[in-house]
């Protein structure tokens, strides 16, 4: 059993009893976090490693809850347009050609990107999710997967994504040492027939396992579903028993006060986008009202190709900030909330109970950030400062159950220079293609 | 005359003609650019220096429009506060105690912040400006300073603070080899009496100065204006003769279509600050509305303390996302118009004609992305990655005036360590104070 301490950090724990210990030490033996706290509990010499933590922050690794990782393909290829232009002129003719390899150079592009700027654990919903699962298994991240469905398509068509949904959930989760989990996602109610979802709603009782969906990202989709299924998206959902299920939806920012109280009885989790909604238009989510509420929200870049990037310290700033300048209210999303919800409220939200704090028994999923540069002097609030001046490239070291993944800004597992070699290959065969 | 090209670069140039040249060439001789284009001028062996620009995004230094740098020393000194309670509980208290020394190091450490970062010109609205003027000049930034006069103090004092104002801004017009220009600054309306404000107007028609102030940045400050002088600030400014002078405003967050159109007959210039607006609660500037009606609108960060980065990457990006959301255009302020408000338009901004482009005759001021890293990839359009996906830390190598200042992430004319460390030991001594 291999013991490592690492001494002289700075820590942001998200544990409410020593949220911040300025200069700690914390132990870490296997995959697991066994003591926090101000002093080293044994003498130095009885560790197998000793890390200096001076002029590095510590904290709990960020959890991206919603994300299209193999859109990284497609990063900067229609900007600048309204969602469903977006989606029906740029990104599905594209994606339609996507090949298994195609998603695979993806993923390993926004996980090595993820991993480099501090994300530890992502949600992803996409197709040929074999190929993700094996890219989440080499990098040595942890992931929440799932086949994303879109059933616009003959009942045979249907019959067979759902079945390879099932069989996908089926034999990833729990794989890559625990690190791999599973859900079923029909894609949105805009995308799938009524008793489809449904059958997404009996698949996921079958195996025990969460939904995830898209909903109410435009006002535009809650009125086409009024006008076609005569119910705003919460109604229609609760209805086919999408929230009998424990249930992650992205983006929710059209609510009425009635459907966040729906929302909030049956415990559905929001995966606020903010980078996402604002760069397409979509508006901003009524968080503070979610978080008033006690709805578990959390933070997802969404996919890259509607962000352009993967940062998870972008995405809690613009939580912070955004409600702020829209509500007028100062305090609305106060650092601490938005640190919350990039972390522990991240993982709570895809049922981990063992990840997104520093606190013993936890896994050991965190990430250092250099403190020793300008943006981060004087040494005042290190939690205003991880929230209002840190970035992705402002990451030093990323441990994932108990494993270190990038050491100094390295990624220790993916070959950098041969994934960005082979995404910009894809990239241009995709495009020759349309 | 010394010659440098750059071969191979990548480069935004901000010039209608080619807006991206993909594989190109650019000549500095002395402290101009002299060529850019596709292929080199002459057989390389003719340039005294030639830097392979390969893995390289070339663009014109960022312009900050607006700052306090000093107050890099409150970086997250009392966060998620209204701005009057922020200012008069917080801010001033602290700033009371400032002493040159303060001025000296918070100067330095936002200098060294911003030029690795890519800010390669600052506005600066201070007080004890001749240290960030000697803090410009060590540095090789280019920087617009300026005196902010707070006038709510007895007659002596006002007259002894426009003095100082004058005399510093007749000192240092020109210098630093032309880097530093000069304005004049009545604080804002609500901080200076209106007689007072007269006062600066006639020193800026006697210098032949432009006019900086605070403008319109939260709803209360503009009813306040009304309450206690009948007009809401830009009548008020305009009664006062502010716009008889060239005048660039900071915030501009609350005005009517009337209040527009007025600026828009003056060329005031405004200085938009969408992360300070947010964090404050201050609100959203009509930014679309200005840029229609052919308002020169650039960009500023506001003081550290109320960001809390200086990151100009960031307030580009967020000019980009921000409207577009809260206006649910998705094309309100495209990635073009943002880049253009960081970078041309902000040197516009300030009356600096010859800095803000990649052209023949321009200032060298440009600055270096690494976009050899997983953010930047594909490589399918520069301008989205540059706005969309990059960050300060991207930023590599820094020219200003035709000088390297900063060289693979290192800045060559500042002592880091020590502005780090006197940074901190000024901020405990002032916090000690309280």
Not at 12 to 39: F, H, R
Not at 115 to 135: P, S, W
Not at 198 to 210: G, N, R, S, T, Y
Not at 216 to 228: G, I, K, L
């Amino acid at each position: 059993m291999s013991k490592t301490i690492i001494t002289n950090g700075v820590f942001l724990t998200l544990d409410e009893t020593q949220p911040v210990i300025e200069k700690g030490s914390m132990v870490i033996e296997n995959n697991q976090i066994t003591y926090i706290g101000d002093a080293p509990p044994l003498p130095l010499e009885q560790y197998d490693a000793n890390i200096d933590g001076s002029n590095k922050l510590y904290m709990p690794g960020l959890v991206n809850t919603h994300n299209h990782a193999a859109m990284s393909l497609l990063r900067g290829f229609g900007d600048d347009l309204a969602l469903q232009v977006w989606l029906q002129e740029k990104m599905w003719p594209m994606e339609a050609r996507f090949s298994a390899e195609d998603v695979r150079w993806g993923s390993l592009l926004s996980i090595l990107e993820m991993v480099k700027g501090g994300t530890t654990t992502f949600v992803d919903m996409y197709d040929h999710m074999n190929e993700v699962a094996r890219a989440v298994e080499e990098s040595g991240i942890r992931a929440c997967l799932t086949r994303g469905v879109i059933g616009l398509c003959p009942p045979d068509v249907q019959d067979a994504k759902l079945a390879e949904a099932r069989q996908f959930a089926q034999d990833w989760h729990g794989k890559a040492n625990g690190r791999i989990t599973t859900m079923m996602s029909p894609h949105a109610p805009y995308t799938c027939p009524p008793d489809y979802i449904e059958k997404f709603v009996q698949a996921a009782h079958d195996l025990q396992l969460p939904i995830h969906t898209h909903m109410s990202e435009t006002a535009r989709e809650v009125q086409d579903n009024v006008d076609q299924y005569g119910a705003r998206p919460v109604a229609h959902l609760a209805k086919l028993g999408v929230f009998s299920r424990p249930a992650l939806v992205a983006h929710a920012v059209h609510l009425t006060d009635e459907e966040i109280d729906v929302l909030a009885q049956y415990d559905v989790r929001v995966s606020h986008n903010p980078g996402s909604n604002l760069k397409l238009a979509s508006g901003v989510a009524r968080v503070p009202e979610l978080l008033r509420k006690g709805i578990k929200v959390s933070l997802g870049t969404d996919g890259p190709a509607s962000n352009n990037n993967l940062d998870m310290f972008e995405e809690m700033r613009l939580a912070a900030l955004i409600h702020k300048g829209v509500t007028g209210d100062p305090v609305a999303v106060p650092a601490e909330a938005a640190l919350r919800m990039g972390t522990l409220d991240g993982a709570r939200s895809i049922w981990l109970d063992d990840v997104g704090a520093l606190k013993s028994g936890m896994k050991a999923d965190f990430i250092a950030l250099d403190i020793d540069q300008a943006h981060f002097y004087p040494k005042t609030n290190y939690i205003s400062h991880a929230i209002y001046s840190a970035s992705a490239n402002d990451v030093a070291d990323v441990w994932i159950d108990g494993r270190l993944i990038v050491d100094n800004g390295e990624c220790l597992t993916l070959d950098q220079e041969k994934i960005l070699f082979e995404s910009q290959r894809c990239f241009e065969r995709l495009v020759g293609q349309l």
